[in-house]
C-alpha cells in the first residue's frame, strides 16, 4: 500500500541509504554545506 504513494512504485532499499549515508561521509562531500537531502523515490516532490 505504501507503495502507491511514491512516484518511482517502490520501497527504497537499506543499500540506497547506505550509499549516500557514505556519500556524505567521503571527501567528495567536501565542498556541501547546508543541504537537506531527500532519499525518498520522490516522495516529497509528488
Known amino acids: 500500500m505504501l507503495k ?3 512516484p518511482m ?3 527504497g532499499r537499506p543499500e ?3 550509499d549516500a549515508v557514505l556519500w556524505l ?3 567528495a562531500t567536501s565542498y556541501v554545506t547546508g ?3 531527500s532519499i ?3 516522495y516529497v516532490m509528488r
Open 4 to 6: 502507491a504513494y511514491v
Open 9 to 11: 512504485g517502490r520501497m
Open 16 to 18: 540506497e541509504i547506505a
Open 25 to 27: 561521509c567521503s571527501s
Open 35 to 37: 543541504q537537506s537531502i
Open 40 to 42: 525518498d523515490g520522490g
